[in-house]
């Protein structure tokens, strides 16, 4: 059963929210730009001539447009009242639902919200109708008065003159309309399905997005909402092509007589045969769907652990993966563009096929001399009417399929279940305030579940065959529906098979300080997660206040500013500010960052330390007025100077009197908890402080300690680690342990003995601060083991000799943390605190270097200019057919008809096997690039440095795969054939116009001006406004996947209606570019209409002024040539400058090609040898590394050696420079920049390929992310 979305009450930013996230918003164009639509006040000329774009193409052509160019959306095309539109058919719904609970029907709910506008678009199609049939017979009389068989009068031709070109622009003016109203109502669409699928995303428990295949819901909003919209677009033109055919059918049939019945019927048949070739286009698409989604999936998956992808040198397996995920879906993809590229074919051999049995039958019947000029040519531009039609409606008939299968998986998405225990925001502002108990958090004999083995397959009362068919239709798409098993008596069975809680009793008393302790795996994360609604409530009561601030175990990282991280939308105090960030120990790292507080942190807070990216996330929930806070062992990542400080300043310092609960495993910190709280087996006691003193924790404490797996249990594990989640999962304890050869990891706690290079022995330090000497005991296997714990060599002075007290080394330890020998601040960013570059946007004209590129890559000039050669061969016949006809109709020669039969015939076939060649030639060179280009784009983005993922959003280099890859390999081909067929259309037509009528070429050179100018503002118009619209989509992709990564902590501070409003920002953002883009094309092509309208008009008069001298054969053939001639020119301009458009996504892939790469992968011969390293010294020589070369030294002439077999504990601060040691090692870095050498096993690493290196060495990195599938 759909539940009611996420609702939001006007268009206005939250009053919260931040200046810094004011201004970050509107430099991703979120914000209006202040500029009102000018269509809004439109007079009626210029809304169907679209005169009020004028304003916008002359500043287009001025300037290079931004953002802040663009005029606001329409009130009626903005998301928010999209929404509206949306909520209120639900509701209107959800009041009239069957009593059995069916599901309401998204295609319902979309017409209800929208259709009543979308359907007044469909009257303008019979007036074009209209305006197409009377130009027929205006021709007809035209040829008429060329025969001479009627007396000429003046004003009756001066009339049909006249009435070709008003009937002409007539028919530009209602197909242009119809064509907008479909696009608009389906960027309403579009913006209408991204809205409740980011509502959906928010309302289901991570239960259930854990058992939902999350890159579906991304691919609704990415590509599905595209394929609606084109469903849209077409929409009319499929349903109306049934009454144009049966239209002109009567009407050819009127004129021929039961001759015509033969033609007709060719029409008729041709109509569902392409019917059935575009349903078998979708068919196959929908075959391809699984393979695309299977490789943008894997492209995330590499992109999101692409540190640990490198470290373990995965990125030959992983390029194979995606490759032969490509290649099936190219499989898919090629069958259905070839079956697309012989749809052409149909749609050309119409007139020919369905004229030679016309005209045959009606020799055959009436005799030769019976076919007369004017009902030849009246015949045959009837007969093109149909071939606007056959260009059209398969395409829509392709699209509504695509976008059923997108309806479909939009439907089931909608119909997965919700989280029982989430609240929505207004729900959230009801309670917010008000005291409902006298308890902060109230659990009665709570039992919470993970899994979802209480949940089935709704459709129990479905037939079977209906239940098969549903079956299928879900394992197609790859969603589940599901829904609860009724209560009854096998719900004692569910709870034991379900992984839950049970029995979890305990109450907060509001102000107290709770701590939970448990052994790893115990299930203290799931249960602040059941707290939240997180987990499925399957028996008992839970109560918390709302909303509550959550620091989860793996930070969730905005890519946005330190400021606004802590801020999280809400207001800026400075004393507060300043407060929180001093008691959460971040006074000196925010000092050392370039920019402070306005340093943007990298996606998932990939330039800063474990540590700094958890006290980040502990000062939000610091700085946030929510009266509960849940912090997920904030003390792990950090060192022990620094937990000592947030013990102080935060836990009994900031916080006092302010309710928390806190998972940890530090027991110094119980001392000071109110209560203290078992996990353990599931179940929850209280332990009282004398359990503390008599050191009963000891064990359990001890034994997290030891386990470096990280408290986060496999239940929650297997919830948060989705294939396609980007967040992060680290360690309990915090620590990054780095491990060379496979060794298992051990702590500085643990009884270790280290050597550097000056022979001091490094001690083992126990909680007193006092040293435990003795070597290892643990034997040596026979992989070297080299372990590098969380806490970096400090250098010289930072070697403890075991005579040190624990004051005596936190002194030093602080000492050294700004200033240590050999090592930095490990800080990557620009000096002006911005990590993350602007997306590349290419201005001016798609370079040549991009169209020749793209020819190379699709079989080389040769086999290019064949293609085109081809191209103009079959264009040539397809135009001697007509020239033919006239002169059988004229009789020029003493032919028998028999002859002219048989030779149209001819003509006929040669132009139908010439159209099916050009077609898949063309088709064969567009899929051949494809293919290569995102060959080239895979290697290329995998290869290259770290520093490129640093800079660059997930979200904006899976938009080059998904979305840009998706229109270069299916609307990019098909768009540029027909643009070529066009072009080369018109070349035919004027060619044979200006033999026939020399005069004609009078008007060409007015004409080409014309063009040239409209092209030239257009172009450089709608190019930029194709890129805004290119760059616009990153941020809004990038903020849904955002969103999914960190779904708990939304919601746990009640955010959702500030993140729901920033993306609904963000679509009407990238919506702006669009519509606007739409309506230039608009603009342009009801001037290219009424140019062409002009050339028909002209070569009407010439007609009629030459009817002396030109024969009616003739006179029928520039007549219908010049009909052609507007289709072709004003469609073949608009698919020339879309065919631009699409090819920025060209220029877009092939700029990814052209990244730079890290070193070669593999190694020259003889440099090492194959059981390299075997004995597993390290050896850093004056090593110096800085992120970038302008950025400061994160390693400075770093000199040290770690022998064979020995285990090396290395100590330094939070972002002192630990990782860099690892990033070192891995040459994860390499720049001008750095110098030195590090040399394992006397081989210094930078003469090694890259993935022999790293395939050889192991690494337990700080930050893991879990991947489905493994190499």
Same mark, same amino acid.
Request: hydrophobic share 40%; glycine share 8%.
């Given at each position: 059963?759909?539940?009611?979305?996420?609702?939001?009450?006007?268009?206005?930013?939250?009053?919260?929210?931040?200046?810094?996230?004011?201004?970050?918003?509107?430099?991703?164009?979120?914000?209006?730009?202040?500029?009102?639509?000018?269509?809004?006040?439109?007079?009626?000329?210029?809304?169907?001539?679209?005169?009020?774009?004028?304003?916008?193409?002359?500043?287009?052509?001025?300037?290079?447009?931004?953002?802040?160019?663009?005029?606001?959306?329409?009130?009626?095309?903005?998301?928010?009242?999209?929404?509206?539109?949306?909520?209120?058919?639900?509701?209107?719904?959800?009041?009239?639902?069957?009593?059995?609970?069916?599901?309401?029907?998204?295609?319902?709910?979309?017409?209800?919200?929208?259709?009543?506008?979308?359907?007044?678009?469909?009257?303008?199609?019979?007036?074009?109708?209209?305006?197409?049939?009377?130009?027929?017979?205006?021709?007809?009389?035209?040829?008429?008065?060329?025969?001479?068989?009627?007396?000429?009068?003046?004003?009756?031709?001066?009339?049909?003159?006249?009435?070709?070109?008003?009937?002409?622009?007539?028919?530009?003016?209602?197909?242009?309309?119809?064509?907008?109203?479909?696009?608009?109502?389906?960027?309403?669409?579009?913006?209408?399905?991204?809205?409740?699928?980011?509502?959906?995303?928010?309302?289901?428990?991570?239960?259930?997005?854990?058992?939902?295949?999350?890159?579906?819901?991304?691919?609704?909003?990415?590509?599905?909402?595209?394929?609606?919209?084109?469903?849209?677009?077409?929409?009319?033109?499929?349903?109306?092509?049934?009454?144009?055919?049966?239209?002109?059918?009567?009407?050819?049939?009127?004129?021929?007589?039961?001759?015509?019945?033969?033609?007709?019927?060719?029409?008729?048949?041709?109509?569902?045969?392409?019917?059935?070739?575009?349903?078998?286009?979708?068919?196959?698409?929908?075959?391809?769907?699984?393979?695309?989604?299977?490789?943008?999936?894997?492209?995330?998956? *590499? #992109? !999101?652990?692409?540190? +640990?992808?490198?470290? %373990? =040198?995965?990125?030959?397996?992983? /390029? @194979?993966?995606?490759?032969?995920?490509?290649?099936?879906?190219?499989?898919?993809?090629?069958?259905?563009?070839?079956?697309?590229?012989?749809?052409?074919?149909?749609?050309?051999?119409?007139?020919?096929?369905?004229?030679?049995?016309?005209?045959?039958?009606?020799?055959?019947?009436?005799?030769?001399?019976?076919?007369?000029?004017?009902?030849?040519?009246?015949?045959?531009?009837?007969?093109?009417?149909?071939?606007?039609?056959?260009?059209?409606?398969?395409?829509?008939?392709?699209?509504?399929?695509?976008?059923?299968?997108?309806?479909?998986?939009?439907?089931?998405?909608?119909?997965?279940?919700?989280?029982?225990?989430?609240?929505?925001?207004?729900?959230?502002?009801?309670?917010?305030?008000? *005291? #409902? !108990?006298?308890?902060? +958090?109230?659990?009665? %004999? =709570?039992?919470?579940?993970?899994? /979802? @083995?209480?949940?089935?397959?709704?459709?129990?009362?479905?037939?079977?065959?209906?239940?098969?068919?549903?079956?299928?239709?879900?394992?197609?798409?790859?969603?589940?529906?599901?829904?609860?098993?009724?209560?009854?008596?096998?719900?004692?069975?569910?709870?034991?098979?379900?992984?839950?809680?049970?029995?979890?009793?305990?109450?907060?008393?509001?102000?107290?300080?709770?701590?939970?302790?448990?052994?790893?795996?115990?299930?203290?994360?799931?249960?602040?997660?059941?707290?939240?609604?997180?987990?499925?409530?399957?028996?008992?009561?839970?109560?918390?206040?709302?909303?509550?601030?959550?620091?989860?175990?793996?930070?969730?990282?905005?890519?946005?500013?330190?400021?606004?991280?802590?801020?999280?939308?809400?207001?800026?105090?400075?004393?507060?500010?300043?407060?929180?960030?001093?008691?959460?120990?971040?006074?000196?790292?925010?000092?050392?960052?370039?920019?402070?507080?306005?340093?943007?942190?990298?996606?998932?807070?990939?330039?800063?330390?474990?540590?700094?990216?958890?006290?980040?996330?502990?000062?939000?929930?610091?700085?946030?007025?929510?009266?509960?806070?849940?912090?997920?062992?904030?003390?792990?990542?950090?060192?022990?100077?620094?937990?000592?400080?947030?013990?102080?300043?935060?836990?009994?310092?900031?916080?006092?009197?302010?309710?928390?609960?806190?998972?940890?495993?530090?027991?110094?910190?119980?001392?000071?908890?109110?209560?203290?709280?078992?996990?353990?087996?599931?179940?929850?006691?209280?332990?009282?402080?004398?359990?503390?003193?008599?050191?009963?924790?000891?064990?359990?404490?001890?034994?997290?300690?030891?386990?470096?797996?990280?408290?986060?249990?496999?239940?929650?594990?297997?919830?948060?680690?989705?294939?396609?989640?980007?967040?992060?999962?680290?360690?309990?304890?915090?620590?990054?342990?780095?491990?060379?050869?496979?060794?298992?990891?051990?702590?500085?706690?643990?009884?270790?003995?280290?050597?550097?290079?000056?022979?001091?022995?490094?001690?083992?330090?126990?909680?007193?601060?006092?040293?435990?000497?003795?070597?290892?005991?643990?034997?040596?296997?026979?992989?070297?083991?080299?372990?590098?714990?969380?806490?970096?060599?400090?250098?010289?002075?930072?070697?403890?000799?075991?005579?040190?007290?624990?004051?005596?080394?936190?002194?030093?330890?602080?000492?050294?943390?700004?200033?240590?020998?050999?090592?930095?601040?490990?800080?990557?960013?620009?000096?002006?605190?911005?990590?993350?570059?602007?997306?590349?946007?290419?201005?001016?004209?798609?370079?040549?270097?991009?169209?020749?590129?793209?020819?190379?890559?699709?079989?080389?000039?040769?086999?290019?200019?064949?293609?085109?050669?081809?191209?103009?061969?079959?264009?040539?016949?397809?135009?001697?057919?007509?020239?033919?006809?006239?002169?059988?109709?004229?009789?020029?020669?003493?032919?028998?008809?028999?002859?002219?039969?048989?030779?149209?015939?001819?003509?006929?076939?040669?132009?139908?096997?010439?159209?099916?060649?050009?077609?898949?030639?063309?088709?064969?060179?567009?899929?051949?690039?494809?293919?290569?280009?995102?060959?080239?784009?895979?290697?290329?983005?995998?290869?290259?440095?770290?520093?490129?993922?640093?800079?660059?959003?997930?979200?904006?280099?899976?938009?080059?795969?998904?979305?840009?890859?998706?229109?270069?390999?299916?609307?990019?081909?098909?768009?540029?054939?027909?643009?070529?067929?066009?072009?080369?259309?018109?070349?035919?037509?004027?060619?044979?116009?200006?033999?026939?009528?020399?005069?004609?070429?009078?008007?060409?050179?007015?004409?080409?001006?014309?063009?040239?100018?409209?092209?030239?503002?257009?172009?450089?118009?709608?190019?930029?406004?194709?890129?805004?619209?290119?760059?616009?989509?990153?941020?809004?992709?990038?903020?849904?996947?955002?969103?999914?990564?960190?779904?708990?902590?939304?919601?746990?501070?009640?955010?959702?209606?500030?993140?729901?409003?920033?993306?609904?920002?963000?679509?009407?953002?990238?919506?702006?570019?669009?519509?606007?883009?739409?309506?230039?094309?608009?603009?342009?092509?009801?001037?290219?209409?009424?140019?062409?309208?002009?050339?028909?008009?002209?070569?009407?008069?010439?007609?009629?002024?030459?009817?002396?001298?030109?024969?009616?054969?003739?006179?029928?053939?520039?007549?219908?040539?010049?009909?052609?001639?507007?289709?072709?020119?004003?469609?073949?301009?608009?698919?020339?400058?879309?065919?631009?458009?699409?090819?920025?996504?060209?220029?877009?892939?092939?700029?990814?090609?052209?990244?730079?790469?890290?070193?070669?992968?593999?190694?020259?011969?003889?440099?090492?040898?194959?059981?390299?390293?075997?004995?597993?010294?390290?050896?850093?020589?004056?090593?110096?590394?800085?992120?970038?070369?302008?950025?400061?030294?994160?390693?400075?002439?770093?000199?040290?050696?770690?022998?064979?077999?020995?285990?090396?504990?290395?100590?330094?601060?939070?972002?002192?420079?630990?990782?860099?040691?690892?990033?070192?090692?891995?040459?994860?870095?390499?720049?001008?920049?750095?110098?030195?050498?590090?040399?394992?096993?006397?081989?210094?690493?930078?003469?090694?390929?890259?993935?022999?290196?790293?395939?050889?060495?192991?690494?337990?990195?700080?930050?893991?992310?879990?991947?489905?599938?493994?190499?």
């Amino acid at each position: 059963m759909l539940r009611k979305m996420v609702s939001v009450e006007g268009s206005k930013r939250n009053t919260e929210m931040s200046k810094e996230e004011e201004v970050q918003e509107f430099e991703t164009g979120g914000m209006s730009t202040g500029k009102p639509c000018p269509l809004s006040n439109a007079s009626i000329f210029s809304f169907l001539t679209w005169q009020w774009v004028q304003p916008l193409i002359t500043i287009g052509n001025k300037k290079t447009l931004e953002a802040e160019d663009l005029w606001d959306l329409v009130p009626d095309e903005t998301s928010v009242y999209c929404e509206r539109s949306w909520l209120k058919a639900v509701e209107g719904e959800k009041m009239k639902k069957n009593v059995d609970g069916s599901p309401v029907s998204v295609w319902k709910l979309m017409y209800k919200s929208m259709g009543y506008k979308f359907m007044l678009g469909g009257l303008y199609k019979p007036v074009w109708l209209l305006a197409v049939v009377l130009q027929v017979y205006i021709l007809k009389a035209l040829v008429k008065i060329a025969q001479g068989t009627e007396r000429l009068q003046w004003w009756w031709a001066a009339l049909l003159v006249v009435g070709m070109f008003l009937t002409s622009t007539t028919q530009s003016i209602t197909q242009h309309q119809c064509f907008t109203i479909g696009q608009r109502t389906g960027m309403k669409a579009r913006a209408t399905v991204a809205m409740a699928v980011f509502n959906k995303i928010q309302e289901m428990s991570l239960a259930s997005l854990s058992n939902t295949n999350t890159g579906i819901m991304l691919n609704l909003v990415t590509n599905d909402t595209q394929k609606i919209l084109d469903a849209a677009t077409f929409f009319h033109f499929v349903w109306f092509a049934l009454v144009e055919v049966a239209v002109v059918g009567g009407l050819v049939i009127y004129e021929a007589g039961v001759a015509a019945i033969p033609g007709v019927m060719v029409t008729f048949l041709t109509q569902p045969l392409q019917v059935k070739v575009a349903q078998r286009v979708g068919w196959l698409r929908r075959s391809a769907i699984d393979y695309t989604d299977s490789r943008v999936r894997s492209v995330n998956e *590499v #992109l !999101t652990g692409v540190r +640990v992808v490198k470290y %373990n =040198g995965w990125t030959a397996a992983f /390029l @194979k993966r995606i490759g032969d995920l490509r290649s099936s879906e190219m499989h898919w993809i090629k069958r259905a563009n070839f079956l697309r590229a012989s749809t052409s074919t149909l749609r050309d051999g119409v007139i020919p096929l369905a004229s030679f049995a016309t005209f045959g039958t009606f020799v055959a019947v009436h005799g030769g001399a019976a076919l007369t000029p004017s009902l030849a040519f009246t015949v045959l531009a009837l007969f093109s009417i149909l071939v606007r039609l056959f260009s059209i409606a398969p395409l829509g008939v392709q699209y509504l399929s695509e976008a059923m299968v997108a309806m479909q998986r939009f439907q089931q998405l909608l119909d997965l279940p919700n989280g029982h225990g989430i609240t929505n925001p207004d729900e959230q502002d009801k309670l917010k305030g008000q *005291v #409902l !108990t006298d308890k902060a +958090v109230s659990v009665s %004999n =709570g039992v919470f579940s993970w899994t /979802l @083995k209480d949940w089935q397959t709704c459709d129990d009362k479905r037939s079977k065959k209906a239940k098969r068919r549903k079956t299928k239709q879900e394992k197609d798409n790859g969603l589940h529906i599901l829904s609860r098993v009724p209560r009854g008596k096998d719900s004692d069975k569910v709870f034991e098979e379900a992984d839950t809680l049970k029995g979890v009793t305990f109450e907060v008393q509001r102000g107290d300080l709770v701590a939970i302790v448990g052994a790893v795996g115990s299930g203290k994360s799931s249960l602040l997660l059941a707290l939240l609604g997180e987990m499925e409530c399957l028996a008992g009561e839970s109560q918390i206040d709302r909303p509550a601030a959550f620091a989860p175990q793996q930070p969730w990282i905005l890519n946005d500013t330190i400021r606004s991280n802590v801020l999280f939308g809400n207001k800026f105090d400075e004393f507060r500010y300043k407060e929180t960030v001093s008691a959460c120990a971040l006074d000196h790292d925010i000092a050392q960052l370039p920019a402070g507080h306005d340093t943007e942190i990298g996606e998932r807070g990939v330039n800063l330390s474990g540590g700094q990216n958890a006290r980040i996330s502990l000062a939000r929930a610091c700085y946030s007025t929510s009266p509960l806070l849940l912090l997920d062992d904030p003390l792990a990542a950090v060192d022990v100077p620094t937990a000592k400080h947030l013990m102080d300043h935060v836990l009994c310092g900031i916080l006092k009197g302010r309710t928390v609960i806190l998972v940890t495993h530090n027991k110094t910190s119980l001392s000071c908890c109110d209560k203290i709280y078992l996990l353990e087996h599931e179940r929850l006691q209280e332990l009282s402080k004398e359990a503390l003193l008599d050191g009963q924790l000891d064990e359990v404490i001890l034994n997290d300690t030891e386990d470096n797996g990280g408290d986060i249990d496999h239940k929650t594990r297997a919830s948060l680690g989705r294939d396609d989640s980007s967040e992060e999962s680290g360690g309990e304890n915090g620590p990054e342990v780095d491990v060379l050869n496979g060794a298992s990891a051990e702590m500085v706690a643990e009884s270790s003995q280290s050597h550097l290079q000056n022979g001091l022995e490094c001690k083992e330090l126990t909680e007193n601060g006092v040293s435990k000497n003795g070597p290892s005991e643990e034997p040596v296997s026979d992989d070297v083991e080299i372990v590098a714990s969380v806490f970096q060599e400090v250098g010289e002075e930072g070697v403890f000799d075991g005579k040190q007290d624990e004051a005596s080394i936190r002194k030093s330890f602080r000492r050294r943390s700004g200033r240590v020998t050999g090592v930095e601040s490990d800080i990557d960013g620009d000096k002006g605190g911005k990590l993350t570059v602007k997306e590349d946007r290419a201005e001016g004209e798609v370079t040549w270097a991009t169209y020749i590129q793209y020819a190379k890559d699709g079989g080389g000039r040769v086999f290019i200019f064949m293609v085109v050669v081809i191209f103009l061969f079959a264009q040539a016949v397809r135009v001697m057919l007509d020239y033919w006809l006239s002169v059988w109709v004229d009789r020029k020669y003493q032919l028998s008809t028999r002859i002219y039969v048989i030779s149209y015939a001819c003509f006929a076939a040669g132009a139908i096997a010439l159209s099916l060649t050009r077609a898949l030639l063309f088709m064969e060179a567009a899929m051949l690039s494809a293919k290569k280009m995102h060959g080239r784009m895979a290697e290329k983005v995998l290869r290259s440095p770290q520093l490129f993922f640093d800079q660059n959003p997930v979200g904006r280099i899976v938009n080059r795969f998904s979305k840009d890859q998706s229109l270069v390999d299916e609307l990019l081909p098909s768009t540029a054939q027909t643009c070529m067929e066009n072009f080369t259309g018109c070349l035919g037509s004027i060619a044979i116009i200006a033999v026939l009528i020399p005069w004609f070429l009078l008007a060409i050179p007015p004409f080409i001006i014309i063009f040239l100018i409209l092209q030239k503002r257009y172009v450089t118009v709608s190019r930029e406004l194709k890129r805004l619209d290119g760059l616009s989509r990153s941020p809004m992709y990038a903020h849904l996947s955002q969103t999914l990564q960190g779904i708990a902590s939304v919601r746990a501070f009640g955010a959702q209606k500030r993140m729901h409003d920033r993306f609904l920002a963000m679509i009407d953002a990238n919506h702006r570019a669009f519509i606007l883009f739409v309506h230039s094309s608009r603009w342009l092509g009801v001037r290219l209409d009424l140019a062409t309208s002009m050339a028909v008009a002209t070569a009407s008069l010439l007609v009629v002024l030459l009817r002396n001298s030109i024969s009616p054969g003739l006179a029928g053939v520039v007549l219908v040539q010049s009909l052609q001639l507007t289709g072709f020119f004003q469609y073949g301009v608009r698919l020339a400058a879309e065919t631009e458009n699409y090819f920025t996504s060209v220029e877009r892939i092939q700029a990814y090609t052209e990244l730079p790469t890290e070193a070669d992968s593999d190694t020259a011969p003889g440099v090492i040898t194959e059981k390299w390293p075997e004995k597993g010294e390290i050896e850093f020589v004056h090593y110096t590394m800085a992120y970038r070369e302008d950025l400061p030294r994160v390693l400075n002439d770093l000199c040290f050696k770690v022998n064979s077999q020995e285990k090396v504990g290395i100590l330094g601060r939070t972002g002192a420079g630990k990782s860099s040691l690892a990033a070192a090692m891995f040459r994860l870095v390499e720049n001008k920049a750095c110098s030195g050498r590090i040399l394992i096993d006397d081989i210094d690493i930078a003469h090694i390929g890259l993935d022999d290196l790293r395939r050889r060495l192991s690494i337990i990195p700080q930050v893991n992310t879990p991947m489905k599938r493994y190499p």
